[in-house]
């Protein structure tokens, strides 16, 4: 029985990739243009090659390393066997999947530039189609590394070490299954940090000579740093988000199957989880179908066809899993809550992200405003905004937390009843990613449309396209935020059902083991102490990253500017490489002091204060990341918009003093958004991921 | 026995207020200087007094709304009847030491610019006296609003209510006295909000017009606005940090007291906070006598000078509580590793906040570099600054909490040990915040030494003695950074002895109720979530609030300006009184909002999530408060000192570009350190006061 539902899953897989296939083939036959745009590409694909290929030996050497470390431990007994090999399938499964997501966008800038010549609508087609790639790709590979796992253990446990029972195989299967998320997470902190810092430290140092201290416009060939620029959107925003979520994605699901066995719920409950996700898929791939509008299309109506794709996948999961519970687990239709509390939570927390980030309502507006009197206004205005955006988040996700749980059949006096209240937590973490295929693909498509301008106004292709490219960038401005929101919401559920995945290994491990998790016993007090403070730190080693790497980038261009004669006047070409190339390395550099950071900080506080305080280590970093995160996003997003919004012509225009002190907001910002929030989004799944996959060192010897 | 060691109590008390007296004569007794010197104090201390009335008014009628609610919930048997009562004791003395203290800093600012002209040392000696009248008026009242209570409840329990078990009628007091830093809580948002939002609004009204419009220097009396600049140094930084530590204080001994009973240690472990507090007093008098130097002292020996005096305090504390604990609860000599405990981390968190504020040091020096790329990188690198800031403290603080935790037995598997552990937190608190004396001295001593530079300026008296107002204002800003990082760091742990008194007032309320107060709690966790974001949320309201004042002062000095003729020319006199309204109206108006946000919160969380998501929630705001004020307060300390480096002559001096990038991270760090920054410290003690209050009412209605 079991067997077949996992035959789902990996059919579901299949189903995926084929899809992702087919949309890049669709990509790919689309004409790229002229000349010079097809030489632009070029040279973008280049660049994020170098890049990829220098961050692959970065991340080899980081995977070694841990491997080994790993192997140590598994022959020491601290760790099961298969852990130190679950590491690194995650890990190139994660890397493979930022990989073709980022050769798609890559090759598809050129060409959505080319199909916006003849119309919005065909712009966007091709930039959707290009994102889809991305979307399903991680979808696809996430199922796909989890479904050769399960069936690889369901043999290894049913004919060679061998288990007759099956509650301790499914045991064994999901505990070491939740093991890859390491791997996953670890790929998704190089490519979602260096990339942050690549693309920020890109365009930051571009901006800072390009247009501040020479004058010539943005995306202009003549600026050395422009393609080092472009690429930063692919390394950053399609590999680094599609990372992060691939991460959420198997992490969420992962946890939630760990959590079914110790919430007596069986193989069917483990099985659940994976079947909403593997549903996804279906529902995702049907909502690309309702993407499309008429030639004449406005803004608004592109938003709302991308959103009904959205929204219609979401339906579509809702009905088909209500029937899934009801067969599978037809005494815990309780569950079917969780999975409705995901869904709407996550289209919640999209909408409330728009609200605070778009030009189209109050607060940016207002914050618009506060150019008049200077650059300081802004940023206390910006600050303000982010801050007091965290309300609707936390209390959208705390409803979906007591809503899954309660219905779950959650209680306080009972075990096995607590287990399976924090198993609805999990599904809800689930069902909000199970329309990942659409979402990342109407997300992934931002920055290819970014690109798209960029190469329309390198090549020259003149006001209309630019005009049109500029109308996808600032649908794309909307997506991105809408999906930035919508990662940090699913990140925070998914550490949620990692730490209780946390505890019941625990559990499993150390049976005799007494702890209390009370928030007024002091290692966990101290835990949650040092797990506020870590995103904070996280994010400050990052916003100093940027600022590193951009001051490298500064020089740069100021040096080719001065060496390369005929530069500014356009008769002589810069030296693009040489930015990437730089980009690539002080990214790369400047990113070990906080991955380090990230892996070691759980060990050493369980080292140091035991069980008890990694627990409260993990929760502390998950409210306060959460919040943070949410904080810089919005701030962030805010700042940007605030910037365009002026940019079209109010309150003084372009070049205005009103421009100038927003364009300050708007550097701020950069960081905010594109490398520190996401940056802790990583940061407060891997901690848990770090957590789980050492906790029987963490059993074995701490002080406290 | 026990009546006797009370009587300690309430004689340091006295000798606390009689040395504040005597101070106060020796202040009152110096020569007030010119003519135009008296004038300009006078308008300062009209304005402060107008600040006062209103306040007193707002504050007035929130009292009564409370005392109301208060009266009829304990009618109703959700509160016990001395409640509403306690509560309007502790509003009354914590406002009457902020009116004290303020009467002499105002006093005292033409008196120290007037010493000023005879030496540096001498304008010390004046304002470190005015300083001192505060910091022993706010010990002497804590202390002896502590004392009646003690004497009248005794006389209750043994006359009238009679109880004859000794442990129950502790358990009565402590409980009963607990409920008056409620109303200390209050008064000090009032204080420290309604303050911090009037001194930025002036402060950044006055430079905005005054500096950057109308090109005047600071402090010029030409300006509407200089007035209630100095005025607002006085409300904000004397009564505001007078009235927070005053909460602390009292705070910290009450919620210590209440745990001994559940710790096993009876009338004893009662007593030993109180002692080490009168300790404390006579430890401080001894202190300031050392508070002296040469004639031709140069800054870094005054600063050691102020140092010594703190020091030998702590000395003398720790040596004699040594014996006290010896004598009084033999078996438990751990409690003496807590004062310890809290005694150096105390001095340690002093020492790591002026390591990242003062110039003297790499990180401000660096942070001034970041000038010279404009704005954008002075506002990254100084929030990365303060966020890195973060990191000692947490470390400081955890360990302070392990440490005295264990030392006095704590041990999570026997609840009374347990409980001896959180009394041992408790004590560490107290012993923390013992020599308030002494450091309230050296704090409020800062905006004294501001008002005299500011008076100095105004009343023209030279080079010479606006260069030793400068050096004592500049010793002045590292001490108001030591001091806020004391303050925030005896904020945490009070609210953590607080939080522990929660619980435990929770079990004697509803013994038979049981409650779960593990991370993996939902409620709990959602607890834990609000928590995290509702210092953000407040943070975001005060910077709002004083963007919105600053913007009606700036209106009003335009208006001046323009229609007072000869104003600019000095013709012609300024209107000061009505910028001193409207900082007055607006911050009164202003601080409505947050401060029924730190009343509401916890009880509305109370009603929606019971005990479990309040004990959340308070540790949520605790950590992430205590996180977030640092890092504002720290951000906003470097890039004042970041300012003054550059004005001092480096990297371009006053007027240069990098200057002027420079004071827009002073800008923004204003509200940062003086507004938003210290309400935290207040928010996370006011919400766990309110939460124990109102801890019947959770109880007896909640939803989950």
Not at 364 to 377: C, D, F, M, Q, Y
Not at 664 to 692: C, E, H, Q
């Amino acid at each position: 029985m079991n067997l077949d539902l996992m035959t789902y899953v990996a059919l579901g897989s299949i189903i995926s990739i084929v899809f992702a296939y087919i949309m890049f083939n669709r990509v790919k036959s689309q004409p790229m243009g002229t000349d010079k745009m097809k030489k632009l590409s070029e040279y973008i694909q280049t660049g994020a090659n170098a890049y990829l290929k220098r961050q692959y030996k970065g991340v080899g050497l980081f995977f070694s390393v841990i491997f080994i470390v790993l192997l140590v431990l598994s022959c020491m007994n601290l760790l099961n066997k298969f852990v130190p090999f679950a590491f690194l399938t995650g890990g190139f499964f994660s890397g493979l999947s930022g990989f073709i997501g980022m050769k798609t966008a890559t090759m598809a800038n050129a060409r959505t530039a080319c199909a916006a010549q003849q119309g919005l609508n065909k712009g966007l087609r091709v930039a959707f189609s290009a994102g889809s790639v991305m979307g399903f790709v991680v979808v696809g590979l996430g199922l796909f590394d989890l479904s050769i796992w399960y069936f690889f253990l369901k043999f290894w446990y049913t004919n060679i070490d061998i288990i007759t029972n099956d509650s301790v195989m499914i045991q064994n299967i999901t505990s070491n299954m939740l093991t890859f998320g390491m791997g996953a997470s670890c790929m998704a902190l190089f490519a979602r940090v260096g990339g942050g810092i690549f693309t920020k430290a890109a365009d930051v140092g571009a901006d800072l000579v390009g247009k501040v201290e020479a004058g010539i416009p943005e995306d202009d060939p003549r600026n050395p740093a422009v393609i080092a620029d472009n690429v930063g959107d692919n390394v950053g925003d399609v590999a680094g988000m599609g990372a992060d979520l691939y991460e959420s994605y198997v992490g969420s699901i992962v946890s939630t199957s760990a959590l079914a066995v110790s919430a007596g719920l069986g193989m069917k409950g483990m099985a659940v989880p994976m079947l909403i996700a593997a549903l996804g898929v279906i529902a995702s791939i049907i909502g690309t179908f309702f993407v499309k509008t008429k030639e004449n299309a406005t803004q608004k109506s592109l938003l709302k066809s991308l959103r009904t794709g959205t929204y219609i996948s979401a339906l579509i999961i809702a009905v088909i899993s209500g029937f899934v519970i009801n067969y599978l687990l037809p005494k815990h239709m309780g569950v079917f809550y969780g999975v409705l509390a995901g869904l709407i939570s996550g289209i919640l927390i999209g909408f409330t992200t728009e609200y605070f980030t778009s030009d189209s309502y109050k607060p940016t507006r207002e914050l618009s405003k506060t150019s008049e009197t200077g650059p300081a206004t802004v940023i206390i205005g910006g600050l303000s905004l982010g801050m007091s955006s965290t309300v609707w988040p936390v209390i959208i996700v705390g409803a979906t937390v007591l809503v899954s749980f309660f219905a779950c059949g959650g209680d306080i006096t009972n075990i096995l009843s607590f287990n399976r209240g924090l198993y609805g937590i999990g599904v809800a973490a689930v069902s909000m990613l199970s329309t990942l295929g659409i979402t990342l693909a109407t997300d992934a498509y931002g920055p290819i449309a970014d690109n798209a301008g960029g190469i329309a106004e390198m090549a020259g292709l003149g006001e209309e396209v630019r005009e049109r490219t500029d109308a996808l960038d600032s649908l794309g401005n909307t997506t991105a935020a809408t999906g930035k929101g919508f990662a940090i919401g699913s990140a925070a559920l998914t550490a949620l059902a990692l730490i209780a995945a946390y505890i019941s290994e625990i559990k499993t491990l150390a049976p005799g083991l007494v702890f209390d998790l009370s928030i007024t016993n002091p290692p966990v007090l101290v835990g949650l102490f040092i797990g506020a403070m870590v995103p904070f730190l996280f994010a400050a080693l990052t916003m100093d990253a940027v600022g590193k790497a951009a001051q490298s980038i500064v020089h740069e261009v100021r040096r080719q500017f001065k060496n390369i004669k005929g530069l500014l006047e356009g008769t002589a070409e810069p030296n693009y490489e040489s930015c990437v190339d730089l980009c690539t390395k002080s990214s790369q550099k400047l990113m070990i002091l906080p991955a380090i950071l990230a892996v070691i900080v759980p060990i050493l506080v369980g080292i140091i204060l035991g069980v008890n305080g990694v627990a409260g280590f993990l929760a502390g970093t998950t409210i306060t990341g959460f919040v943070l995160a949410i904080m810089m996003s919005n701030s962030g997003g805010a700042w940007d918009n605030a910037k365009k919004h002026i940019e079209a012509g109010n309150l003084g225009g372009k070049g205005s003093d009103n421009h100038k002190a927003a364009v300050v907001g708007d550097t701020v910002g950069d960081p905010f958004k594109d490398t520190s929030g996401p940056a802790i989004n990583i940061l407060i799944k891997l901690t848990s991921m770090v957590a789980i996959v050492f906790a029987g060192l963490t059993v074995a010897c701490h002080i406290f």
